[in-house]
């Protein structure tokens, strides 16, 4: 009742706007719709204020501020939770293609010699008998994530290992650490 003693006060056109709102019934949408729409104005219950039709400039500024603050500090973590992605798929993928080594092992008696690399695992060496490839799915199934092909060397430098599948890591230079350092096949 207070609500519409204060419409009255105001505009008594919509007193009377609001008692015929009143009497339609609360389902008949479109009989609400064509009075609403009908050239009629709005209740002064909802009535608009000149100053709230947008943002000052300093709101903007200060919401600019701290989009740009959260940008700064989140952005370099998600750079470095993209690399540490990254390296982590590399060494799934040395493993993996040790695993496709061994299958290769099984079925033709030996590894690929150095020669021959991982594209043994794609088409089959000449000369060698009992290939069952391809292997892998395609040839980029034997490269790194940075997109570059993972060094193969057979026999291994290393004890106790028959061969080496190695990633140089992000900077694609031997050595280094974190993301750069270099992925080897255990």
């Known amino acids: ?3 519409c003693k204060t419409a009255q006060s105001r505009h008594p056109r919509s007193v009377t706007f609001l008692a015929k709102m009143r009497a339609i019934d609360p389902l008949d949408v479109r009989g609400i719709a064509l009075r609403v729409f009908a050239g009629r104005s709005i209740p002064a219950a909802f009535p608009r204020h000149k100053k709230e039709h947008g943002f000052t400039l300093v709101e903007l500024l ?4 701290i989009l740009g603050l959260l940008i700064g500090l989140v952005g370099p973590a998600m750079m470095r939770q993209l690399g540490s992605a990254k390296h982590r798929i590399a060494d799934q993928s040395v493993e993996r293609l040790a695993g496709i080594l061994d299958l290769y092992r099984l079925d033709v008696g030996s590894y690929p010699t150095t020669q021959q690399g991982l594209a043994a695992l794609n088409s089959g060496p000449a000369g060698v008998s009992g290939w069952n490839g391809p292997y892998t799915k395609d040839a980029s199934g034997i490269q790194d994530p940075w ?3 993972f060094a193969y060397r057979a026999p291994s430098q290393r004890g106790g290992q028959p061969f080496d599948i190695m990633s140089l890591g992000a900077d694609g230079r031997p050595g ?3 993301e750069d350092a270099d992925i080897l096949n255990r």
């Open 176 to 178: 280094g650490s974190g």
């Open 147 to 149: 997109g570059r092909s």
């Open 1 to 3: 009742m207070v609500l």
């Open 62 to 65: 200060v919401v600019l501020a």
